[in-house]
């Protein structure tokens, strides 16, 4: 890779008015309103974002998508993370419609790809079964004769979404399966989580039809570390963005509130946790950009881009979301004050995916071995 990488100024462009959306539509006001319960997910901004073909945005134009590529998306995400978008992009974009393109036949991607593309279809995936690591040796949903059953718990978005890839044990052996979630043999329970704008959700399936992904069965657990890997990568921009957004919180709020007849932002203690924030930032962004070219490219890297990114920007936006409650004092750990929403966004975000653990020791198998 060339140490120069950039995006460029069509990726930008496309960055920078997703943001005046984002600033028109996605107010902390909207954010508390699903915070708060009054509506499943922020429904407008949702359409907002579709009218300008987001979701499409990697999609190929042979299956409805805008074909904007893979940079373009990471920069979409980095700015739904600044302003903690409630809506069910990432669930959808990320990781329903890497799924079917990853693994899909091409009539299920043209079934379901132009329908992701206009945002017809709010998609989510259903891998764990309990609150422990993920372990395939112990999954209990199966497929007999294409009917699904089982229970996959904390699916995010699970609540509002119309389809999921469900990772359940078949004949051949652990496969991907496409179930619709409104249809029969489906029951859905709503769970309480640090972040409720995501929507989380218990889903039990009993005797559900599942059309398996792809043509192949057996080989669930390889597509899934794929299309894990793939997200990651997103994911860790959409962290980036919402550790962006708190260290500049906190850095506003150090530069105006006055202590002793000084801004607090020039007491040593508080310029040293910022400094922290921005390190930790800016390490984690760098390693985004490489983990951004490694998936537009599809490079052998990706598993080592991927796993570092994620490691980084999880320990950033923790970092950030947390320090800056430590900046406001008291009043940061107020519910008036916007601080929360980032904490919550970033606990949430760092077990999306599997814990940092999990990433931990992706990044340490993915390591090249010494000669």
Request: hydrophobic share 45%; aromatic share 8%; charged share 20%.
């Amino acid at each position: 890779m060339a140490l120069n990488f950039d995006f460029s100024d069509d990726e930008k462009l496309v960055r920078d008015q997703t943001a005046r959306l984002l600033a028109d539509q996605c107010d902390t006001r909207v954010v508390r309103s699903v915070l708060e319960g009054r509506a499943p997910y922020a429904v407008e901004v949702w359409k907002g974002l579709c009218d300008m073909g987001l979701p499409g945005t990697a999609i190929p134009e042979a299956f409805g998508g805008v074909d904007a590529g893979y940079l373009t998306l990471c920069l979409v995400a980095q700015s739904l993370g600044a302003k903690v978008a409630p809506t069910p992009f990432s669930s959808t974009v990320y990781l329903f419609a890497e799924a079917v393109l990853q693994c899909g036949t091409d009539a299920q991607k043209q079934a379901l790809l132009p329908k992701i593309a206009t945002g017809e279809l709010i998609g989510a995936m259903a891998v764990t079964e309990d609150r422990t690591e993920l372990n395939p040796d112990y999954l209990n949903c199966r497929v007999a004769a294409g009917k699904l059953s089982g229970t996959k718990f904390a699916v995010a978005d699970g609540g509002i979404a119309d389809c999921a890839v469900v990772l359940a044990r078949g004949e051949a052996g652990l496969g991907l399966y496409l179930v619709e979630l409104k249809g029969a043999g489906v029951t859905r329970t709503p769970l309480e989580t640090i972040d409720p704008t995501r929507n989380t959700t218990r889903i039990e399936f009993s005797g559900a039809s599942a059309e398996l992904l792809g043509a192949k069965a057996g080989g669930g657990i390889a597509q899934l570390d794929r299309i894990q890997n793939r997200a990651a990568v997103l994911f860790a921009f959409e962290q980036i963005g919402g550790a962006q957004a708190a260290l500049d919180m906190a850095v506003n709020y150090a530069k105006g509130r006055y202590a002793f007849g000084r801004p607090i932002g020039s007491f040593q203690g508080l310029k040293h946790m910022m400094a922290d924030m921005y390190v930790a930032l800016k390490l984690a962004e760098s390693n985004c950009y490489y983990a951004a070219w490694a998936l537009a490219t599809d490079a052998p890297e990706l598993p080592l881009a991927a796993a570092t990114a994620r490691v980084s920007a999880t320990h950033a936006y923790q970092l950030c979301s947390r320090d800056n409650i430590q900046v406001h004092g008291g009043m940061g750990f107020t519910w008036e004050f916007d601080c929360h929403l980032y904490y919550r966004r970033s606990n949430y975000l760092a077990l999306e995916l599997g814990g940092l653990s999990v990433w931990e020791n992706k990044l340490v198998n993915a390591l090249p071995s010494a000669a």
